[in-house]
């Protein structure tokens, strides 16, 4: 009875937000709206210990623990040796600037690799060749009449701070990436105007230490260091945004941001258990950060929720780490704007089972499930449009009216064609739901990027997943670039500023 219902509601919200689009292909895209793409540093670059550069820790896991990626991955490729050399954007960086001025990009979204301008994480030790390396990619990005939007932080974090201190679980990262984004700002903010701290933290605070380092240490304290990471993450932002304010605003008048992982809960049913459940989850997932950044503090549901849980589980006190007041007044209002990545849609139910061994998985009490009409066989996520517009509507009306970019969003193939029509048609439908939310609901939407400029090394699915809108041979050792289909039909709406 219950999928039932959960089917029919799906089916309802899919008419609510779908079919009330149909006849307004008149809409067209602000002046002001900018098109871009984006890729990361690890997912790209290659060259990962080439003119001085650090071990990341995804460096270490690749050469460590490579058998976690093939896992993964399911790759019958050697996956050390295809981290290493990734894109080979480090030689050939030249090349996806290309690709991105053809495109007819107004931005070009990038990370810089901290262990490629401090290889051992900390300020002691600066590489030159990494500096020159940034700006020679920069100064090419604005030749090439795009605007750079730079990232500090998209996973790659130093391998020192990970395997021996702890990473962001251990309070000494803070002052760590502070250190490290002063030196950044310094130099290289006299171009980049648009800044992002970190990319999904909740990935890597939460989904990459529990697919990863859970699989490979028995004594992983789950339920415990994600809170932790989470938290300091929270407090090196606030701290980077402080800093940046007091120090760099004013010359450089650039706005900073974090970009957050951004999930729609539906309610599986219209039940007060579930639709508490869905509200519940949208908390624990993109209010876990967004909330503190807002409002200085977690949302009170995961403060009573983990408080109760933690005692039930005879813990001494809350496992969800306490702001001190002096941080919660340093920490609220520090976004300029929202940054956001939607990726998928869940149905969302009820479930307040209390597990023995505590779990972030568990702790908001709610079970997901996907209905199969959302799922494209030859998409690694959901396809809910429909979805895709509640969650931006969500961040509108419940965190305040700022306004917001979409700062990574693609079709996660499982083939390589560049005759990529499923690609197409997932990039009309979703840039349609952008168009309704700018006429419609009203919303500042001011930017959407597509994940990603050409394909990539993706992080744990390595080389399963392709998301470019230019193709990456990765079995030739010259890693051609070839724009698919989906590059052409980016250009005319980048052009036409209407689908």
């Known amino acids: 009875m219950k999928t039932s219902r959960a089917i029919l509601l799906s089916f309802q919200v899919i008419l609510g937000y779908s079919v009330g689009c149909l006849g307004h292909n008149d809409y067209e895209f602000p002046k002001s709206f900018d098109f871009g793409a984006v890729t990361a540093s690890f997912a790209i670059e290659g060259g990962w210990n080439a003119d001085g550069k650090g071990e990341s820790v995804w460096d270490f896991i690749t050469h460590e623990i490579p058998e976690i990626v093939e896992a993964e991955s399911g790759a019958n490729y050697n996956i050390t040796k295809a981290a290493e050399v990734a894109a080979d954007s480090y030689h050939r960086f030249e090349e996806d600037i290309k690709a991105a001025k053809e495109i007819g990009l107004n931005f070009y979204r990038f990370s810089i690799s901290w262990t490629r301008i401090l290889p051992h994480g900390f300020n002691f030790h600066v590489n030159q060749a990494g500096i020159d390396y940034y700006n020679k990619l920069i100064d090419a990005i604005i030749a090439a009449n795009v605007t750079p939007v ?34 950044v700002f310094g130099l290289f903010g006299d171009r980049i105007r648009y800044w992002i701290t970190f990319n999904a933290p909740s990935k890597l605070c939460n989904e990459f230490p529990r697919k990863i380092l859970a699989k490979n240490s028995k004594y992983f304290p789950t339920g415990i260091y994600e809170y932790t990471c989470a938290h300091n993450v929270i407090k090196a932002h606030a701290k980077t945004y402080r800093l940046y304010e007091s120090k760099y605003k004013t010359s450089q008048k650039g706005l900073l941001s974090i970009s957050l992982e951004l999930t729609w809960h539906e309610p599986a049913s219209n039940s007060k258990e579930d639709i508490e459940a869905a509200s519940r989850a949208m908390d624990f997932t993109f209010g876990w950060f967004a909330h503190p950044l807002i409002h200085g503090n977690y949302p009170k549901s995961m403060i009573h929720t983990i408080g109760e849980l933690s005692k039930k589980q005879n813990f001494t006190s809350s496992r969800l780490s306490k702001f001190t007041p002096e941080e919660i007044i340093n920490i609220k209002g520090t976004l300029d704007y929202f940054c956001v990545g939607p990726m998928q849609t869940y149905l969302t139910s009820a479930n307040k089972e209390i597990p023995k061994i505590p779990s972030t998985n568990t702790d908001g009490q709610y079970s997901v499930q996907v209905n199969k009409s959302w799922i494209d066989p030859n998409n690694f996520y959901t396809n809910t449009p429909w979805g895709f517009r509640k969650a931006l509507n969500y961040v509108w009306n419940s965190y305040g009216h700022k306004q917001i970019s979409i700062t990574e969003h693609g079709y996660a193939a499982l083939d390589d064609s560049l005759n990529d029509s499923y690609r197409i048609d997932f990039m009309k439908k979703y840039l349609e739901q952008v168009l309704l939310l700018i006429h419609e609901d009203k919303v500042d939407i001011g930017s959407y990027s597509v994940l990603s400029l050409i394909d990539i090394f993706y992080f744990e699915y390595a080389l399963k997943i392709k998301f470019g809108l230019v193709q990456v041979d990765f079995n030739n050792n010259e890693f051609p670039r070839t724009p698919k289909n989906s590059a052409k039909y980016y250009t005319q709406v980048i052009k036409n500023r209407k689908l």
């Open 150 to 183: 730079a990232t500090l932080l998209h996973y790659d974090s130093p391998a020192v701070g990970d395997p021996f201190l702890g990473g962001f679980s251990n309070e000494l990262a803070v002052q760590c990436f502070v250190d490290y984004a002063d030196l």
